[in-house]
């Protein structure tokens, strides 16, 4: 699992190489992934984009945030998915 951001100044910003490596795609808020869609649309035909619900208010590594995306993230994990 690789963690980057859709913001410019992200400190890994999500890269076309990044789309193609993902099998699953994981945004916080639907803002992100529209973001994605817009930048990488042609690249994303295969590619599932889930939307976790969680707003982007937290700052790296928050205690809560860590709760909050593990709770959100660990169904996906499953070979099945949600």
């Known amino acids: 699992m690789l963690s980057a951001g859709t913001s410019v100044d992200a400190e890994t910003p999500?890269?076309?190489d990044l789309v193609e490596w993902a099998d699953l795609i994981l945004a916080m808020e639907n803002v992100h992934r529209k973001r994605i869609q817009e930048r990488f649309g042609s690249s994303l035909r295969n590619k599932?984009?889930?939307?976790l619900g969680i707003r982007d208010e937290f700052e790296?590594?928050?205690?809560?945030?860590?709760?909050?995306?593990?709770?959100?993230v660990t169904p996906y994990l499953r070979s099945d998915g949600p």
Do not use: Y
Not at 48 to 51: D, P, Q
């Open 60 to 72: 790296n590594g928050d205690d809560e945030l860590v709760r909050r995306l593990r709770h959100a």
């Open 48 to 51: 599932r984009i889930a939307v």
């Open 14 to 16: 999500i890269s076309a």
